[in-house]
Each structure stands twice: as structure tokens, then as C-alpha cells.
């Protein structure tokens, strides 16, 4: 029977890489149908059995179940995998600020992920919906599995717990905002043209806060066009092609960029085009990681810059109220881990018994058929049917009762540990040791 100890979880954050190093431990591409390929790959070369991958502007999370125990190099040969380029300097570095986490660790680990409690900010529930989403991806695909998906309806559900009984995600600041807020210092006009480019969820995001706040003159830049239009829809501003930003000499105040590109979008000669002969002072909101600017052009420039690595001082000056309510998060979810594995513990009984009541039936059917034949045939028709309906009743509590038996037990044991696992499982962003 399978293990709890099966799932796994490799994670590369903000706090140990600097945006360089995340993206050299992505497999994110603009191509999906590459990104599959490339998750397929490793999840036939290391043996998992379901693998799911999450990728955010401050996160790289590879989460995946392996029966076997992982020997000591593994970390080194799972980096160089996903990074062949990579120098074995490179690799080297790279394990030693990454973390692995297994078994219960790796529970709940994900369970702090998905409550924020492991975020650049505490209580920013946009975590949630990236890793649903996540999921659902890896599901799409193929990747996942039963095991992923009891985990993962828990971890929604401890999620959920954690934000509607405890106080973590009020005064909610979200990078998005944290971002909009320092753009918003500066003081800059209602009038400023803004340049979207890119229209997924994050700038969907900001254009939202941008339009609350009475910016008005939007033009949306996307690789699909039918996306750009939408979102200029929402903000009545003007739709164009990614293909067009080349081409387009309207100028901007107010660059808003967050793409999938694992390039810099908007290179120096781009930004060159693009402000022409304006020499008025440029704002810059750049949210993709890695970043959708090049250094390049932020050097010749100099706009006020505004992206992840600089939001950190700023998310720390708004997290006191949060980190209060760390402690009370992580005791629900002690609660939740330790529900978890009685949970977890049940489904591996109804997949091993998941038989049980097909065989019982077979037997029933047996009897009545073969063995008991001709008796049964020289009953009188209120008799079978007695004698029908008792071997009905008898069916169904021969499927029920060892189901039944079994759970208890489990849920005997459980009782048991979970004084233990409230007390052991506290939040760490070390390497697990096995």
C-alpha cells in the first residue's frame, strides 16, 4: 500500500535566488505543448508517478509523488534535468538554495503555500488561485493523478479554513498592489498614457487598480489579440498585436509589462521606439519573472522601475499585522495535516479493497446460480424471495463491515499521532532530512 512518504516537493522562492536563478530552474515556454514535453520528461526519466508544477513571479514549485526514497544526489540530478545548460557549479549552487520537502513535510508545506503563510506576503489569497490553477494544468495534461487530487482537494480546503478562522488575510496587500501603491507615490497624472503589454491575470490586476485610481488612456498589447481586446474592452482603451509594439509610436507614460516570455520583451531598441524623442519622466511596472525589461534599457534610460526584487522591502513593512496570525494559521493547519492522513489513509483502504465488493457479488452469484440451484428451484416464490432479499442484506454488510473495521482502526491510530504532528510540524524553509 502506497505511503504518505510518496509525495514529494522541490521548491526554489525569492528568498534564497534572485530572479536569475529562478527562471534557470523553470521550465515555464511559450510553448505549452513545450512545457509539457519537457514535465513529461521528468517525470519518465526520475520514475514519478504523477508530477504537478507551479510557477509564480516569486515561485518555482516542483511537487510530485515517487514511491521510492530519493537517494542523496537526486537534488543535483533532478537541477541538472530541468537545466541541462547548467555548469555543475551552477547546479551546485542552485541545490544549496533550493528546498525539499517529503512525507508530511511535504503536506504540509503545501499547505502553507496554499495559505499564504509562504508567500512574499502573508494573506495574499492570489497564491490559491495560482496553484488551483496549477493543478488544473497538470491535470489537462495528464501529469496527475488520485494522489494529487485527495491532496489537493484538502489543500483547498485547509486553505479556505485558515483565511475564514483566522485574521491572515486582512489589510490584504498583494503584489499587484503593493506595486500599484509605489507607482501611485510618485504622483503621476490621470492623464499618463498607459502601455499594457501582456493581459494575463496579473495586468488584468493592475489595470484594474490602475482604472479605480482614474487612469483612463489604455492601450493593450498582447500575443493574442483576442485577449488584448478584451481587456481594452474592459478599460476602453485600444487593442493592438504583441507583433505591433514595434510599429507603434503613440509613446507611453506608464509601461505595464508581466508576460510568459522567458526573454525580455521590451529590449533597449524597443524602448527606444517606443519613447522616441519624449524625454518626460517614464514609469515602469514589470511584474514577469524573469523580468520583461531588459537591464539594458532600465541602464540608458533610468524610468522609475518598479518589479519584484524591489517590492521585498516594501512587503516586509506591511506583514506585522500578518505575521500575528502566522501561529494560529499553522495550528489549523497541524489539524488539518493530521486530517489529511486519516483521509489519505482511508482512500489507499478503498483502493485496496475496491474489489471486495465485486468479488462479493460474484460469490453471491454463484451460489444462487450453482451451487444452490436446485434447491433454490423447489421453493415456493414467497420463500426465494425471503431467501433473495436475506442474501441482499448479507451482501451489502459483507462490503461494509471489513470498509467499516478498517477505517476505525485508521482512525484509532490517527487519534494517537496527532498530539505529535501539531507539535512537530512547524514551519521551516530548510532541506528535509530523510
Known amino acids: ?71 542523496d544526489g537526486f537534488m543535483a540530478q533532478f537541477v541538472a534535468a530541468i537545466n541541462p545548460e547548467l555548469t555543475s557549479e551552477d547546479v551546485d549552487d542552485i541545490v544549496s538554495r533550493i528546498s525539499l520537502f517529503e512525507g508530511e513535510y511535504a503536506v504540509m508545506h503545501l499547505f502553507e503555500v496554499a495559505s499564504s503563510i509562504d508567500s512574499l506576503v502573508i494573506g495574499e489569497r492570489e497564491i490559491l488561485r495560482q496553484l488551483r490553477c496549477a493543478y488544473s494544468k497538470s491535470q489537462e495534461r495528464g501529469l496527475t493523478g488520485d494522489a494529487f487530487r485527495l491532496l489537493m482537494n484538502h489543500t483547498v480546503e485547509a486553505a479556505k479554513r485558515v483565511y475564514t478562522t483566522t485574521r491572515i488575510g486582512e489589510k490584504p496587500v498583494s503584489v499587484v498592489s503593493l506595486s500599484v501603491k509605489q507607482l501611485l507615490k510618485h504622483n503621476p497624472s490621470t492623464q499618463s498614457r498607459v502601455l499594457i503589454v501582456g493581459a494575463g491575470q496579473t495586468n488584468v490586476l493592475v489595470s484594474k487598480f490602475l482604472q479605480k485610481n482614474g487612469f483612463k488612456n489604455f492601450a493593450v498589447f498582447n500575443r493574442s489579440f483576442e485577449k488584448a481586446q478584451a481587456l481594452a474592452t474592459t478599460l476602453r482603451g485600444a487593442a493592438f498585436s504583441l507583433d505591433s509594439l514595434v510599429d507603434y509610436a503613440h509613446g507611453f507614460d ?142 451489502k454488510k ?19 499521532k496527532s498530539t505529535a504532528s501539531r507539535k512537530t510540524h512547524r514551519r521551516k524553509h530548510v532541506e528535509v532530512k530523510r
Do not use: W
Request: charged letters at 25%; hydrophobic letters at 40%; aromatic letters at 6%.
Open 1 to 71: 500500500m502506497p505511503s504518505i512518504h510518496s509525495y514529494k516537493i522541490i521548491t526554489a522562492t525569492h528568498r534564497t535566488m534572485s530572479v536569475k536563478r529562478l527562471k534557470q530552474v523553470s521550465v515555464s515556454h511559450d510553448d505549452d505543448d513545450m512545457t509539457q514535453h519537457r514535465l513529461e520528461q521528468l517525470k519518465h526519466r526520475f520514475g514519478l508517478s504523477e508530477i504537478m508544477y507551479l510557477n509564480t513571479c516569486n515561485r518555482v514549485c516542483y511537487a510530485f509523488c515517487a514511491d521510492q526514497v530519493l537517494e
Open 254 to 395: 506608464i509601461l505595464v509589462v508581466c508576460t510568459a516570455s522567458q526573454e525580455a520583451v521590451i529590449t533597449k531598441e524597443i524602448y527606444a521606439q517606443l519613447i522616441g524623442s519624449d524625454t518626460g519622466k517614464k514609469y515602469i511596472i514589470d511584474l514577469a519573472v524573469p523580468n520583461d525589461v531588459s537591464e539594458e534599457a532600465i541602464a540608458t534610460y533610468d524610468p522609475i522601475y518598479i518589479e519584484v526584487e524591489g517590492l521585498r522591502e516594501l512587503a516586509q513593512a506591511n506583514l506585522a499585522f500578518r505575521e500575528a496570525e502566522v501561529y494560529a494559521a499553522q495550528n489549523v493547519l497541524a489539524d488539518e495535516l493530521a486530517r489529511f492522513g486519516e483521509v489519505y489513509r482511508e482512500r489507499q483502504i478503498e483502493l485496496a479493497m475496491r474489489h471486495v465488493p465485486s468479488e462479493i457479488k460474484a460469490i453471491k452469484k454463484h451460489a444462487m446460480e450453482s451451487v444452490f440451484k436446485r434447491d433454490l428451484a423447489e421453493l415456493d416464490p414467497d420463500t426465494l424471495d425471503l431467501v433473495t432479499r436475506m442474501m441482499s442484506y448479507m451482501e
Open 398 to 416: 459483507c462490503i461494509s463491515i471489513p470498509m467499516t473495521a478498517a477505517k476505525q482502526a485508521v482512525s484509532g491510530k490517527e487519534n494517537v
